[in-house]
């Protein structure tokens, strides 16, 4: 007999087990083994960045456009954050090393914030390791809100301030809510009811702007 639970569902479950019970978190710190650029496939202006060698990521990204319009208005927003970088990394031994599906670390320096993004590339299926990149860059979209002149420190009081009950006390709910709505529109199970401009309005999110016309003016204008 076949099994009741199709793939599709067992990654559900898997990723609902992963963002609810806590094996994705935050750090605040800056990692010593990361080098910003080199070997980037992205221009040195570039909001995301993904090493070369990384097989994994692109194809990723290529699918969440391809499948999910919401996922596709994330990644177009996030490469009009302003001051940030945020590098993707997969890394098929990310659970064995850390017992962890994912793991974001972020921090301020010079006015800029960082984020580096890792992932478990392997146990879950294709749709949940893509929900968990869209979950961990809503973390990022969340987190660019708060004011970088207050350094890293101001980074986790923000993300405690919101945080919804989980082990490690890092867990937000608009990552959450955005890796879910994606998930359905993967799944072809929602016809994009929900829109990403009303989650983030509900969590007093202010988005970065969608197109790369409207962040011109903002980077190209006087002192500040
Ligand atoms: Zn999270």
Redesign the pocket.
Known sequence: MRSRFSRGKIGVLVLVFV?IKGQ???AFDAPTDIVVNPGATAPSTAVLRIDRRDKFTPRHLEQLRRGSAMARELLDRVANLRDTILIVRADPALARKSGLY?RTRFWVHAGELFGFVEYQAGPLNSFGTQCLIV??LA?AVEIATTDRKAGTRALRSFVLERAIGSDLG???EF??QVALAVLWQLQRKAAGEDSLERIALSHQITLPPITVADAMPMASTGPH
Do not use: D
Request: aromatic share 0%.
């Open positions: 963002l994705s978190i935050l994912g979950h961990e973390h890092a867990e937000t990552p959450q």
